[in-house]
């Protein structure tokens, strides 16, 4: 039997992407929301911690950080490919798994997709039907790319690309002539 997953920041706040996506005020929902898990985990506040089953309370620590992640739209993000990674990759729920086998997982080179100059950004077509189902910014390449690679998941289904690159500088050396006059 493997060992229970921990809980979602999602499921920490009570919370659903869909809820925060369709919400008017994203930013109002998510304090609420917080506001709200912490009175109910409050050790001085809750009805009876006796009929609670184990592990149903979430520390201060544990909503905090749930809270810091979606009022972040970045870390938002982030969070959320790696969940879905973690699930098309190990069926579990947490972000954090360590399962590394990989299925539905296309490589392609940065050079081969198209480029959105007026949303400023790279997409790509999925399998699933989605004509733009794998999206990323140059932000996203920036930060892996040490790696040369990033894995973008499919918006609509659990398909991943990984998008090979080479950060090339464009600084001419100070000795050479790009001009040769000769």
């Given at each position: 039997?493997?060992?229970?997953?921990?809980?979602t920041?999602?499921?920490?706040l009570?919370?659903?992407?869909?809820?925060?996506?369709e919400?008017?005020?994203?930013?109002k929902?998510?304090?609420?929301?917080?506001?709200?898990?912490?009175?109910?985990n409050?050790p001085?506040?809750?009805?009876s911690?006796a009929?609670?089953p184990?592990?149903?309370?979430?520390?201060?620590?544990?909503?905090?950080?749930?809270f810091?992640?979606?009022?972040s739209?970045?870390?938002r993000?982030?969070y959320?490919?790696?969940?879905?990674?973690?699930q098309t990759f190990?069926?579990a729920a947490?972000?954090d798994s360590?399962q590394?086998?990989?299925?539905?997982?296309?490589?392609?080179?940065?050079?081969?997709?198209?480029?959105?100059?007026?949303k400023e950004?790279?997409?790509?077509?999925?399998r699933c039907?989605?004509?733009r189902g794998y999206?990323?910014e140059?932000?996203?390449l920036?930060e892996?790319?040490?790696e040369?690679e990033?894995?973008?998941?499919?918006?609509?289904?659990?398909l991943?690309?990984r998008?090979?690159?080479a950060?090339?500088?464009?600084?001419?050396?100070v000795?050479?002539d790009?001009i040769?006059q000769?």
């Open positions: 039997m493997s060992p229970p997953q921990p809980p920041h999602y499921e920490i009570n919370l659903t992407p869909s809820i925060i996506d919400s008017p005020d994203a930013a929902l998510i304090k609420k929301a917080y506001h709200r898990a912490l009175l109910r409050h001085d506040k809750t009805i911690h009929n609670t184990p592990g149903a309370l979430f520390s201060i620590d544990q909503i905090t950080t749930a810091t992640v979606l009022s739209p970045r870390q993000t982030e959320d490919t790696k969940l879905r990674q973690a190990s069926g947490g972000p360590a590394r086998f990989q299925t539905g997982v296309e490589n392609v080179d940065l050079d081969d997709l198209p480029y959105d100059e007026a950004r790279w997409y790509r077509s999925c039907g989605n004509l999206l990323f140059e932000e996203d920036i892996v790319e040490d040369g990033l894995m973008v998941g499919c918006q609509d289904c659990s991943w690309l998008v090979h690159f950060v090339v500088d464009d600084v001419i050396p000795d050479e790009p040769d000769s």
